[in-house]
């Protein structure tokens, strides 16, 4: 028994996130495709999961593992206070601990760009509870008094 942090599923995957591990299963079949476990410390958990295109993306407090849906191979690890993942190909948008955004390249997993408030109008940054909203070419985002919209196209070039 074990307690699921995250589920995620696509027309052929069920992704799950547990503890410090994320999984996937062929839904067809009902056969475990692969598994990854985080290594280090507690600090490793896995509390999110989003997939974008053949991109299995994990991630938690400490950062972010980019993950290929078909076979499980690690593309990428890298390092940031991640609360909370969206995206639309081919970059994902991470609200991280200090407030920020960062638009991350979702093959290479390499930072783009970040974003910062005004820390006139919103002292907190952009807010940890709200998970970026992505509609078409749209980026939605709250700050502690405020809303946020982007044209994804201009933030991600």
Request: with cysteine.
């Amino acid at each position: 028994d074990f307690i699921v942090n995250a589920v995620v599923s696509t027309p052929d995957y069920l992704l799950y996130s547990c503890g410090r591990n994320a999984g996937c299963y062929e839904i067809h079949t009902q056969q475990k495709i692969w598994e990854y476990q985080a290594g280090g410390s507690v600090d490793r958990m896995i509390p999110g999961l989003h997939v974008q295109d053949t991109i299995a993306i994990a991630w938690g407090h400490t950062g972010y593992t980019g993950i290929s849906l078909h076979t499980g191979r690690v593309l990428y690890e890298k390092e940031m206070p991640c609360v909370s993942i969206n995206g639309r190909s081919p970059c994902f948008f991470i609200v991280r601990g200090d407030g920020k955004l960062s638009v991350v390249h979702q093959k290479s997993g390499n930072e783009i760009r970040q974003l910062s408030v005004n820390s006139h109008t919103d002292r907190s940054g952009f807010s940890y509870s709200c998970k970026p909203g992505v509609s078409g070419n749209s980026l939605f985002l709250f700050g502690e008094y405020n809303a946020y919209c982007y044209n994804i196209d201009v933030i991600t070039k």
